[in-house]
């Protein structure tokens, strides 16, 4: 998966949020699971 600058992400364990300043592969983890797109 690739991050684009601008997009937000969300953990729906914790609520966590994180918004990408730096584009890049990979997949963000919260929690043990996948960030889901807001």
């Known amino acids: 998966m690739a991050t684009k600058v601008g ?3 969300y ?3 914790c ?5 990408i300043v730096e ?3 990979g997949t963000l983890v919260c ?3 996948e ?3 807001v």
């Open 7 to 9: 997009e937000t992400y």
């Open 23 to 25: 584009a890049g592969e």
């Open 15 to 19: 609520g966590n949020k994180v918004k």
């Open 11 to 13: 953990c729906s364990i």
């Open 35 to 37: 960030m889901k797109k």
């Open 31 to 33: 929690c043990g699971q």
